[in-house]
């Protein structure tokens, strides 16, 4: 431990003043030299905690985030810490994407966490919204839903699915793939995710004369043969998904088995890279188009390439792991901000979060306003194409707005 650590350690033993059940912050101290002290920071230690999806749907982006996060943290703790004085812990969690295992894992974990990064899911977030918002808690969530940015704590990573898929439809239209009198499915997930999603198309196709034929699915339906089989039929132009990659990796098999040369545009849930070693690989590369907030993979001159590089030999780094490379790097300037104000209750790293406004993460993720609340952090999208190349993508259009997406 650094001498500045022990310094921390010592502080935060040598408690002179507890504040009691400070409502909200759950029982905030603090220590002999003024620093406020809330749940999950003690003993030289701030603990995160991670609600994701490890096994379930979504299970490839989780797992390479909380890789990111990891593999940040790591070097921040090597480098000396938070603020040079506390090492950051993550508590993980697989929730399966299962909202009500999500909610019970948050109450598990809530007095126990300083903030969260990577709360994995729509229809989760959503449910957690009273909950972070009684605890003051600073949530960074893998989510898109506008409802998500409601409590001021919360951060989506990106644009809005509204948003990303809106740019998404614009830049099919810019690039002459599809025109004013066209017809667009519309594959989607019950619920929050797949609804968020519809609402960008709709306001795309009202920009762009486009007629729109929606096709609902389940999170756990896995062939979606009989839903291009309709869409086909109906004379559809394109094809937007909001689904999990291994649907996306269905829709584009049952096309090209079909015969069905079609454009195909998805939000960023709907692809991980490794389809591009499944049976849908050529499909992909010939007609997929993903609108996403992240980067194609994480840079290998960048500091975090190297070290992921080092610790990973052969492998590529992905997009979700630049992702939650960009996420650790957000809340650990969130981190470093409260102590500057001498503040690492719930409530100041709350505000530290919300002062923090523009943030730009190297190009990790689209530029954010931190300090936007319900609304999205940004209308900028990354319009990227399946390839060959480090990550499964390359991108074709980057911060890409087009006319369609609003606040």
């Not at 703790?77 to 948050?106: E, F, R």
């Not at 692809?271 to 050529?282: Q, R, V």
Request: aromatic residues 6%.
């Amino acid at each position: 431990m650094s001498r500045s650590k022990k310094l921390a350690a010592v502080s935060t033993a040598a408690l002179v003043l507890a504040m009691g059940a400070c409502g909200k912050s759950g029982g905030d101290t603090e220590t002999a030299d003024g620093v406020k002290l809330g749940p999950g920071v003690k003993d030289g230690t701030i603990t995160l905690g991670v609600l994701t999806d490890l096994s379930g749907v979504f299970a490839p982006l989780g797992k390479d985030s909380s890789s990111g996060y990891k593999l940040y943290f790591d070097q921040v703790n090597a480098d000396g810490g938070v603020c040079d004085a506390y090492d950051v812990k993550l508590n993980v969690q697989d929730s399966g994407y299962v909202v009500q295992k999500t909610v019970q894992q948050y109450g598990a974990v809530h007095d126990d966490v300083a903030g969260l990064i990577g709360t994995m899911g729509s229809p989760a977030n959503v449910a957690l919204l009273p909950k972070v918002e009684a605890d003051e808690m600073t949530n960074l969530a893998i989510s898109w839903d506008r409802k998500v940015t409601g409590w001021k704590g919360n951060l989506i990573m990106g644009g809005a699915f509204d948003v990303d898929i809106a740019n998404g439809v614009d830049y099919l239209v810019q690039e002459s793939i599809i025109g004013s009198g066209d017809t667009v499915g519309h594959i989607y997930f019950q619920g929050d995710y797949g609804e968020s999603a519809l609402v960008g198309t709709e306001l795309a196709a009202k920009k762009h004369d486009l007629k729109v034929v929606k096709a609902q699915i389940d999170p756990t339906d896995s062939d979606m043969s009989a839903q291009v089989t309709r869409l086909k039929s109906q004379d559809v132009d394109a094809i937007v998904l909001s689904a999990s990659p291994t649907q996306t990796a269905s829709v584009m098999t049952a096309a090209s088995g079909q015969g069905w040369d079609v454009p195909v545009l998805s939000s960023m849930p709907g692809f991980a890279p490794g389809l591009m070693d499944s049976p849908a690989a050529n499909a992909l590369k010939k007609s997929f188009y993903l609108a996403s907030p992240l980067a194609t993979t994480l840079p290998a001159d960048s500091e975090m390439g190297k070290k992921f590089a080092e610790a990973n030999e052969g492998a590529e780094a992905t997009n979700s792991l630049a992702g939650g490379v960009a996420s650790a790097q957000i809340i650990h300037a969130v981190l470093e901000k409260a102590c500057e104000k001498k503040d690492l209750s719930r409530k100041g790293i709350l505000d530290a979060k919300l002062s923090l406004g523009e943030f730009d993460t190297d190009g990790l993720l689209v530029p954010l306003d931190l300090s936007k609340v319900g609304a999205s952090p940004t209308l900028k999208t990354n319009i990227q194409r399946p390839s060959d190349e480090p990550g499964g993508l390359t991108e074709v259009a980057t911060a890409f707005q087009g006319e369609s997406a609003v606040e």
